[in-house]
Each structure stands twice: as C-alpha cells, then as structure tokens.
Nanobody, 125 residues
C-alpha cells in the first residue's frame, strides 16, 4: 500500500510538503501521482511524475505552485505545495499506476491502480 504524510493546517500563501512511501514494493519505474478530494467536489488529479522522474504533468490549477518529484534511492514521492489557497483544501492521495506498460507522462496522467489513505490539507486563515 501507499503511505502519505505531511498534511496539516496552514494559512493562505504558506507551503506544505507531502510525502508518499510505498509499502511492500519499490518505486521501480511506476508512474506516481497525486489526487485530491475536496469537500463537495469530485476527485481532481493534481499531477504525476514519470517512471524515470524526467517528466511531470500538472493540472492547470496547480501549475507554477506545486512540484512533484521522486527520490528512488529514498523510496519516496514528494508533492511540494507553495502559495497555497483555501481552494486547495482537501484530502490528498498518493496514487500509482502498477499495471500500465508506459512509464512516461505524455500530456496527462494515467489511470491509477492503487491509492493511499490520504492526508488532510487545510488552508485557512
């Protein structure tokens, strides 16, 4: 499974770093991403990172503010969130595409096969 950490309550404009660590398997060359669930809204894909870490894709609403990276040596995937807004509030889930045959990210993120339990991010003054 996937284990997320790093959520919390912050003020608008602040930064947070979320981490995702697989349990029972390694990062290998899988595509990892983040999906958020906001109150009263449908799930939103935040972005993803390719199997080699050389490509990323972001949803328009986080471009320029969020960065996804992976450290295969440490076995973690990170979501760096800057300039947070109240509308970024939600539960952030790490997700992975275990079954896909393409570990690249070309213009979008894949369908994910496994999600973590999520970590709560609340942006409020």
């Amino acid at each position: 499974h996937l284990v997320e950490s790093g959520g919390g309550l912050v003020q608008p404009g602040a930064s947070l770093t979320l981490s995702c660590t697989p349990s029972g398997f390694t990062l290998d060359y899988y595509v990892f991403g983040w999906v958020r669930q906001a109150p009263g809204k449908e799930d939103e894909g935040v972005g993803c990172v390719s199997g080699t870490g050389g490509q990323t894709f972001y949803a328009d609403f986080v471009k320029g503010r969020f960065t996804i990276s992976r450290d295969d040596a440490k076995g973690t995937v990170t979501l760096q969130m800057n300039s947070l807004k109240p509308e970024d509030t939600g539960i952030y889930h790490c997700a992975v595409d275990l079954l896909g045959s393409d570990n690249r990210v070309n213009g979008g993120c894949p369908d994910y096969d496994l999600w973590g339990q999520g970590t709560q991010v609340t942006v409020s003054s």
